[in-house]
C-alpha cells in the first residue's frame, strides 16, 4: 500500500511551506552508495541512545559523520568534533553525502550548501521523535536537509510556536526534505515509527540529517 504510494510520488514536490519541501525520491540513485557508507560510519562510531539534559534516553539511536557531530547529554544539546563514546573525531563525511545534500539544497532553491555535520538517526518501531526546533547551529541562515531511508514515517511540521498546528507529511524510503529561509525555524518531529519491514533496511528507518553546523 505504502509502496505504491511511494512509487507514484517519485519526482514529485510537495511543498510544505515558502522555503521547505519534500523532494520525492531524490536520494533513491544514491542508495547503492549511500548503505556501505553508514556502516562504515556505524562500525567507526556505533550507533547509540544519549541522554538529555533532563536525564531522560533519547529513544532514537544515532551516530555522526563529518567535522561535528550533533551529540546531547546531561549538560544538553551541543555539535561536539569528538565522539563522546571513543574521544576520536567523528568519521569524515563521504563524498557522496557530500553531493547528495549540496544537490538537494539547491533543488529546493538553496544554492552553495556544504554541510559540516551530518547526523544519523536510527528509529526502531515505536521510537518517535518529538516537536523541536533545530537551534544549535551557528548560521540560521543555512537550511536542513533530511535524508529518509528504510520504512515510512510521519514527520511533522508545525509553526514557529510549539501549539501551532502541524502538517502530516509521510517520508519514505529516499526522500529529502529541506527546509529553510522563512522555514528554518519551524518546529518539527516524527510520529512514533510504525512496525512494517524495508526490503533493503529491514525493520528500521535511517535519517540523515546534514547542517551546517559550525
Ligand atoms: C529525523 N531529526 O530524524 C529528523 N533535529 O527525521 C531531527 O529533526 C533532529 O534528530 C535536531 C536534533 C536531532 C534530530
Ligand atoms: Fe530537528
Avoid at 24 to 33: D, I, K, S
Avoid at 47 to 57: E, F, I, K, S, Y
Avoid at 176 to 196: C, F, I, Q, S, T
Wanted: aromatic letters at 8%; a positive charge.
Amino acid at each position: 500500500m505504502f509502496d505504491l504510494l511511494a512509487s507514484t510520488l517519485i519526482g514529485t514536490r510537495d511543498s510544505l511551506g515558502e522555503q521547505a519541501c519534500v523532494l520525492r525520491g531524490f536520494a533513491l540513485p544514491y542508495v547503492p552508495e549511500l548503505l556501505p557508507e553508514i556502516e562504515h560510519i556505524a562500525s567507526a562510531a556505533p550507533l547509540r541512545n544519549m541522554v538529555t539534559a533532563g536525564g531522560h534516553t533519547i529513544s532514537v539511536a544515532l551516530t555522526n559523520c563529518g567535522a561535528l557531530g550533533w551529540t546531547s547529554d546531561r549538560r544538553g544539546y551541543r555539535y561536539a568534533a569528538h565522539d563522546p563514546a571513543t574521544g576520536l573525531a567523528w568519521p569524515a563525511m563521504p563524498a557522496v553525502f557530500l553531493r547528495l545534500a549540496s544537490l538537494a539544497a539547491a533543488a529546493a532553491g538553496f544554492d552553495n550548501f556544504q554541510p559540516d555535520a551530518c547526523l544519523i538517526n536510527r528509529y526502531l518501531p515505536g521510537n518517535r521523535l518529538s516537536l523541536h526546533q533545530d537551534k544549535n547551529e551557528k548560521d540560521f541562515r543555512e537550511p536542513i536537509v533530511s535524508v529518509s531511508l528504510g520504512i515510512p514515517a510521519m514527520f511533522l511540521f508545525g509553526g514557529h510556536q510549539r501549539s501551532d498546528k502541524t502538517q502530516r507529511i509521510p517520508l519514505f524510503h529516499g526522500d529529502v526534505a529541506v527546509w529553510g529561509g522563512a522555514d528554518r525555524m519551524r518546529y518539527h518531529g516524527v510520529m512514533p515509527l510504525k512496525e512494517e519491514n524495508h526490503p533493503l533496511l529491514g525493520v528500521r528507518r535511517i535519517n540523515m540529517t546534514f547542517r551546517k553546523a559550525g
